[in-house]
């Protein structure tokens, strides 16, 4: 493998169109989750979503991943509209969501195994994205023999090992120590600018989207909306320290700090918030 | 297992053992116990050396195994699936909870007359009796099984590739329920052992629970004391044994 990227690239478009969320339930009224909303992002592209607890990003990610169908609007991947799961849009989660009844390796091969991909050829596949991860000697491993770093990066070989053609990322690092997440964001960063996926990446931290994204977008207390739509046009890799980085990192401070203020006096008054 | 490590867990039941028959040797000796009431532990080992020599005893043992056993695998075959149905489906919950509900507290021993009339005196009643013992354990731990698996696990399961809900079942939910499934196994066949003596008061001519009952009759209380012991022991072993399979899928958590 070069660090070229490759001619056949398995990456596609997600349109967003006038996707709205609103939750009924039947103890009280429907709480809007998300506000129709319109976002492009175009084919190779890594969107980071930032926004308050409770603003409607999971939500996005959710209807994106194809769990909860939107209340109104469509999205698509490429030309085909999102309606169920699918294993052509990969989805890593924040607990990391990795089977413990298999091991480390057969983990990775899961997806492949759904494709239909013979016994050899999968394994062959699962090292090698275990080896892009660091992780190709704990192949053999079981699940809670790992740190929840190795897990994650058990999860990110499992999500590249099936080349789907866009990839969500809920929180994915926000169960880890600074030190292990530094390390999984450069690892990650890595692998994405040799294959070029379409990612979505939610995160709490300003710092995260600033160091990974081509595009951060800041959203709206609930119900959430597009408050920012910035590009990040800085070269990898990215200091923390530098100037610019701290900049654009300010830029989304202040339209975060905003909503967090909208957020914080709604809950002194009684109002709740969940994610 | 390292032998050490067997042996350390052995070694309580072998304490235990000798506690039991140093305090039962006491009350006999104390007491002057009349041997039809409570015979020493010397004269009920070599009881149970005889029937041992004699072959009658794994006669009663196979006979008391194999209802248990065909009770239990039956059970399993009925209640495995309702259970991952229960668990999975909410309107299956809904019929069918109220009515488990409504059976679970009758004791298997209240089914003894209406086996008798619905079986006869055969071995089918006596395994309906067991099978009403096994029967909510395995239920039970299935659907708590089939319930308590993560979301998240299911929601990874349907981003990589499991587009059916066959393939979700048998690729995630079943493997995920498996341990909690595994010790309601274990259990149901504790409880199934332990009602092998009711459903042998359903006239039969073999078996443990028939050693105990006709050691009553003929006033021979060590042939009692013999039946009791190998229940017991019998049942620490099958115990040990599926205590081994519960680790197998326990996955260290």
């Not at chain 1, 590249?160 to 450069?186: K, N, Y």
């Not at chain 1, 160091?211 to 990215?238: C, F, N, W």
């Not at chain 2, 070694?11 to 015979?39: D, E, S």
């Not at chain 2, 073999?206 to 017991?232: K, N, Q």
């Amino acid at each position: 493998m070069s660090n070229a990227p490759e001619a056949d690239l398995n990456t596609k478009s997600i349109s967003i169109r006038n996707i709205g969320v609103t939750f009924k339930s039947e103890a009280s009224d429907a709480v809007e989750a998300l506000c129709p909303i319109d976002l492009e992002i175009p084919a190779g592209e890594f969107v980071a979503l930032v926004g308050p607890s409770g603003c409607g990003k999971s939500t996005l990610l959710n209807v994106l991943a194809g769990f909860i169908p939107p209340s109104v609007g469509t999205a698509l991947v490429g030309d085909d509209k999102i309606s169920k799961p699918d294993i052509d849009h990969g989805m890593v989660f924040q607990d990391y969501a990795l089977f413990p009844w298999l091991n480390v390796l057969d983990n990775v091969a899961f997806g492949l195994e759904r494709q239909g991909v013979g016994r050899d050829e999968r394994e062959a596949r699962a090292l090698e994205n275990l080896d892009l991860v660091g992780l190709k000697d704990f192949a053999g491993k079981r699940v809670h023999e790992l740190s929840g770093g190795m897990k994650q990066r058990v999860a990110i070989a499992r999500v590249f090992a099936t080349d789907p053609s866009i990839i969500l990322m809920d929180e994915p690092f926000g169960a880890l120590d600074a030190l292990t997440r530094r390390f999984l964001q450069h690892q990650l960063l890595a692998i994405w600018q040799r294959n070029r996926k379409t990612v979505v990446f939610v995160t709490h931290s300003v710092q995260e989207a600033v160091y990974l994204a081509s595009r951060a977008i800041v959203m709206t207390a609930r119900p959430g909306r597009i408050k920012l739509d910035q590009k990040i046009e800085l070269a990898h890799p990215r200091d923390f320290s530098a100037a610019d980085f701290r900049a654009y990192e300010k830029l989304i401070y202040d339209q975060l700090d905003e909503e967090l203020a909208k957020t914080f006096n709604l809950e002194g008054s009684g109002g709740t918030f969940r994610d | 297992m390292t032998r050490a490590k067997t042996a350390a867990q052995i070694l309580p039941y072998i304490y235990a053992a000798g506690a039991i028959i140093i305090v039962w040797q006491a009350v006999v000796t104390f007491t002057n116990a009349h041997v039809a009431l409570l015979p020493p532990p010397l004269l009920t080992a070599k009881t149970f050396i005889d029937l041992a020599i004699s072959g009658q005893l794994f006669i009663h043992i196979g006979a008391s195994l194999g209802r248990v056993v065909s009770a239990w695998i039956l059970s399993v075959l009925v209640a495995v699936p309702l259970g991952l149905a229960i668990g999975r489906w909410r309107r299956v919950e809904k019929i069918v909870d109220p009515v488990i509900e409504l059976f679970r507290p009758i004791s298997p021993l209240a089914w003894i007359p209406l086996a008798i009339l619905w079986f006869g005196i055969g071995e089918s009643g006596k395994i309906f009796i067991i099978f009403i013992a096994t029967f909510f354990p395995i239920l039970l731990n299935t659907v708590a099984g089939v319930k308590g698996v993560d979301p998240v696990l299911i929601r990874a399961g349907q981003v990589l590739g499991c587009d059916t809900d066959r393939a979700l079942f048998t690729k995630v939910i079943l493997p995920a329920a498996m341990p909690t499934i595994v010790v309601g196994l274990r259990i149901s066949f504790g409880t199934g052992w332990a009602a092998i003596i009711a459903a042998e008061l359903v006239a039969a001519r073999v078996g443990l629970g028939y050693l105990i009952a006709d050691g009553m009759e003929i006033l021979r209380s060590d042939l009692v004391l013999v039946g009791m012991i190998t229940i017991g022991i019998l049942g620490v072993l099958i115990d040990a044994a599926f205590r081994i399979l519960n680790n197998r899928f326990a996955w260290g958590s």
